[in-house]
Nanobody, 125 residues
Framework: QVQLVESGGGLVQPGGSLRLSCAASGFTLEDHAIGWFRQAPGKEREFVAA????????YYAASVKDRFTVSRDNSRSTVYLLMRSLGPEDTAVYYC??????????????????WGQGTQVTVTS
């Protein structure tokens, strides 16, 4: 059974950091690109970051570049999203998604065929 399970979300003060994890099972993680998306209340889901399957190139939305870092540990079947300098605008449900052997269009949801249930991140003082 294919599963992606996010964890690590929670409540954090502005300026703080969180590390999200995405644990994969039921498929070969190393053959998949992994993307992180988020959906804030009342807004559409948007691309945050992604790491490709082969060269492990990373891509970021402009709004998180230089603050967020995506990485993967294929031996642990886990992908991470380290988020720093968080602000209220980062409050959202964060989802990880897996797409088979994609190296382009990583910001496009339709390229991903497995999705997690999401983890809530709330940035508030």
């Amino acid at each position: 059974q294919v599963q992606l399970v996010e964890s690590g979300g929670g409540l954090v003060q502005p300026g703080g950091s969180l590390r999200l994890s995405c644990a994969a099972s039921g498929f070969t993680l190393e053959d998949h690109a992994i993307g992180w998306f988020r959906q804030a209340p009342g807004k559409e889901r948007e691309f945050v970051a992604a790491v490709t399957w082969l060269r492990q190139n990373t891509y970021y939305a402009a709004s998180v570049k230089d603050r967020f870092t995506v990485s993967r540990d294929n031996s642990r079947s886990t992908v991470y999203l380290l988020m720093r300098s968080l602000g209220p605008e980062d409050t959202a449900v964060y989802y990880c998604a897996a797409g088979p052997k994609i190296s382009s269009g990583l910001d496009q949801e339709h390229n991903y065929n497995y999705w997690g249930q999401g983890t809530q991140v709330t940035v508030t003082s």
